[in-house]
């Protein structure tokens, strides 16, 4: 189990709990996270489950896979920070990750 905290762009923050070997994707939707899209329901198709990860958290997980990375090139504003969060795990190593929601995702 793990705390994960999404934060908008009006820096407003909700805390959720994770179990372990779920997806933050899977997360967020189920928290009615406004932002995380995931049109293709974590196929790696859509690119609409982007967010940005912070800094603190970022070495900690898995390197993005290159079907990951080639995806990201196509979401709105990539910046070094962007995951699909269909392809990230939570675990203990997610507690307290802070996970910034982008404003669009078209
Ligand atoms: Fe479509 Fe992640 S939900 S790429």
């Known amino acids: ?16 709990n994770a179990e372990d070997g779920e997806t933050l994707m899977a997360v967020a939707v189920r ?3 406004d932002g995380i899209v995931a049109q293709c329901g974590g196929a790696l198709a859509c690119g609409t489950c982007h967010c940005y990860i912070d800094e603190a958290h970022l070495d900690l997980l898995p390197p993005p896979s290159q079907e990951e ?28 990750m802070r996970v910034i ?4 995702q078209h």
């Open 1 to 16: 189990m793990s705390e994960i905290v999404f934060v908008d762009s009006a820096g407003r923050e909700t805390r959720v």
């Open 69 to 96: 990375a080639d995806m990201i090139e196509f979401v709105m504003e990539p910046k070094p920070n962007s995951r699909l969060s269909c392809q990230l795990l939570m675990s203990a190593a997610t507690d307290g």
């Open 101 to 104: 929601v982008p404003d669009n």
């Open 31 to 33: 928290s009615g996270i």
